[in-house]
Structure formats: structure tokens, C-alpha cells
């Protein structure tokens, strides 16, 4: 009898064990509460003072964590530097302008002062990502954290990032790869509120552009000087993306509404009726681009999340163990 009741609580004491510890595996709110609570707010803290000094910043942030999630999943592995045997993510020519690898490292350095060994490069990226949205004006969202860190940062990969030659087909089929639906493309391409694009992004859309125009005709035409006249000054000559570079509201919806949208693939977004009509929704009403913004950005940040022994704790974000 009494051997029975131990045997049952020996199990009952298994059973929670495990629930624990898949607990602490899976990706949740507040992961590192118990472990290293500091960390979120030394990641809120080096990013508002990074941004007070350069606000460009923000959207260097935005899209590196992007690049992160879509290429092996939000994992870190944009932020490892290729090595002798081996040329890493980031110096892929789809990368080469990312920004903001100084605010990761300086974040994960700080953290690790404090708690080593246990917060994620990975998840250092999506909590700056995410500050750096509030921080240029947009909305403030919960994300889960618990993220572990790959070890495969390959520049083949980056094949699989989006082109600014792509037209709404090919975004929707791109995205759709990734489990987003028409309104999420829509949404997460609203990112563009923030930051610039280089000249070599765009030039293609101002001569030669196809066998009956040589200007793209969704273009509009004052816009298109202004392009030309910033490409007069070379391939790396950065514009804006939308009016208001640094600070994230809805602009960039109204720009494509006016055919000012920069890259070709953000006004196909209007060009298209499938996505038009997301577009327009969210140039009306710049609450629900938030709401639904956020949402969707932290769908992006699971993508594809290794959890537990899937991979490690990066001690310097740019290196593997
Ligand atoms: C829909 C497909 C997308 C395409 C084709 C695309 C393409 C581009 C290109 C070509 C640039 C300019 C790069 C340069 O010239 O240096 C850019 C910049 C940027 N992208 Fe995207 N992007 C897409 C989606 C996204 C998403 C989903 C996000 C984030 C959630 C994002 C965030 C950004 C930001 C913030 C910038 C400005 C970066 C800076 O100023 O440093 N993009 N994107």
C-alpha cells in the first residue's frame, strides 16, 4: 500500500519534473524573470541610448532581426562573422547594409557581465528589434522570449531573402513559405516606415525598367527625378523609404497610395488589388497598422525557433561556442 503511494508520487514527481522543464524550454513571456530579469531592461537601455545618438539605428535594428527570422529561423546567425573555412550570412551582398551589430554586442556583453551563459544573442536581436520600434513612435508588444542560438550562419542561405525586384506574386508565395498570409506581407512590409534604401535597390526602376517603359509607369514622375537625382550621386546613396525615415507611423502607406513608394516591391504592394486593399486600410487607419503590426512581428519572431538542446547560449554573439 504504502509502496504503491510512493511509486505514485515518485511518478506524479516525474510528471511535473518534465512539464518544468518543457516549461523552461519552450519560448514564454518573461523567460529570463528568474534567470537574468535584468536583461530586458539593459537591452531597453543601450538601444534608447544608441538611438538618442544615431535614430537611423532603429531601422538597422528592425531589419536585421528580419533577416535573422527568415534565413534558419530567429537564431542569431546573422550576427556570426564567417571565418577562414567559411563566409557567414552577413556578407552576403543582401546583407552587406545591415546596421546595429555594435548595440547587440554591447547589450550581450553587459548581460553576460551580469548573468553568464544564459540570455540568447537571438533573443538580445528580437527584444531590439522590438525597443526600437517603440523607441521611433510605433506600438509596445510582449514577446516571448527562451530562443537558443544556431551554429549554421552560411552566406548560400541569404538566397531566400526577398528582392526589391520581386512583384506581389512572388512576395505572397515568399511569404506564404514562411506560414504569413496576404495581410501579414502587407503588414510587415509597413517596416519600411523606417530607414532608406541605397541607390543600386531602386536604379533599376528608372531606365531600362521593361521592353515598353523606360521608367517604371508606378512610378510618380516628380518622385522618379528625385530618385535619379539621388542615384546621380551613386550606387550607396541611401533615400529614405518613406517621408519620415525615423519615425514609425503609417507615411509609408500613404506613400504608395501617391506612387512614392521606393522600392519596386512596396508599390507593387498597391499596384496589386490583392494587396491593395490592406494598403489602403492601413494608410486610413494607422491604429490598426500598429495592432496588426505588432502581431505579426511576433509570429515572425518564432519562426523556426530552436529551443532547449536544439542549440546553445553564444558567449560572443559573432562566434560560435
Ligand atoms: C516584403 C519584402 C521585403 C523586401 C523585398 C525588402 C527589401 C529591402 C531592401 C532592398 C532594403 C534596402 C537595402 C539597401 O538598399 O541597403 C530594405 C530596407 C529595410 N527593410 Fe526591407 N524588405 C522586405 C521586408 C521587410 C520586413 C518584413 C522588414 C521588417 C519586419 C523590413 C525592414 C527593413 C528596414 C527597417 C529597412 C531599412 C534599413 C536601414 O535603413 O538600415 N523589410 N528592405
Not at 534567470?35 to 538601444?47: L, Y
Not at 536585421?64 to 546567425?77: A, K, L, P, Y
Not at 500613404?254 to 507593387?268: E, V
Not at 538542446?309 to 562566434?319: S, Y
Amino acid at each position: 500500500m504504502i509502496a504503491s503511494y510512493v511509486v505514485k508520487l515518485l511518478m506524479l514527481i516525474e510528471v511535473l519534473m518534465s512539464g518544468a522543464r518543457l516549461h523552461v524550454d519552450a519560448l514564454s513571456m518573461g523567460y529570463y524573470d528568474m534567470s537574468c530579469p535584468i536583461a530586458e531592461p539593459i537591452v531597453r537601455d543601450v538601444v534608447d541610448q544608441a538611438l538618442r545618438q544615431d535614430p537611423t539605428l532603429a531601422a538597422g535594428l528592425l531589419r536585421m532581426h528580419f533577416h535573422d527570422c527568415f534565413i534558419q529561423g530567429c537564431d542569431g546567425s546573422v550576427l556570426i562573422d564567417s571565418t577562414r573555412d567559411s563566409t557567414a550570412e552577413k556578407d552576403s551582398p543582401a546583407n552587406l547594409s545591415l546596421r546595429g551589430y555594435e548595440i547587440i554586442d554591447q547589450a550581450k556583453q553587459m548581460i553576460e557581465d551580469q548573468c553568464p551563459g544564459v540570455v540568447s544573442c537571438a533573443d538580445i536581436l528580437a527584444l531590439a528589434a522590438r525597443d526600437a520600434v517603440f523607441f521611433s513612435g510605433g506600438p509596445f508588444y510582449d514577446i516571448p522570449q527562451g530562443r537558443m542560438d544556431g551554429s549554421r550562419s552560411k552566406i548560400e542561405d541569404t538566397i531566400n531573402l526577398p528582392a526589391p525586384t520581386l512583384n506581389t506574386t512572388a512576395l505572397i508565395k515568399m511569404f506564404g513559405q514562411h506560414g504569413f498570409n496576404i495581410e501579414e506581407l502587407v503588414v510587415l512590409s509597413g517596416a519600411h516606415t523606417l530607414g532608406a534604401a541605397r541607390c543600386s535597390s531602386f536604379k533599376h526602376r528608372l531606365s531600362n525598367f521593361d521592353s515598353t517603359h523606360d521608367v517604371d509607369p508606378n512610378l510618380d514622375s516628380n518622385f522618379a527625378k528625385s530618385m535619379s537625382r539621388t542615384c546621380s550621386q551613386g550606387d550607396n546613396t541611401p533615400m529614405p523609404l518613406d517621408p519620415t525615415r525615423n519615425s514609425f507611423d503609417n507615411a509609408y502607406f500613404n506613400a504608395l497610395q501617391r506612387r512614392m513608394g521606393l522600392l519596386f516591391s512596396d508599390q507593387s504592394l498597391f499596384a496589386d488589388p490583392q494587396t491593395r486593399r490592406f494598403v489602403n486600410a492601413f494608410a486610413m487607419n494607422q491604429a490598426m497598422f500598429f495592432f496588426n503590426f505588432q502581431q505579426a512581428m511576433v509570429k515572425m519572431g518564432l519562426l523556426d525557433v530552436k529551443e532547449g538542446d536544439e542549440g546553445e547560449i553564444r558567449l560572443d554573439c559573432r562566434k560560435v561556442n
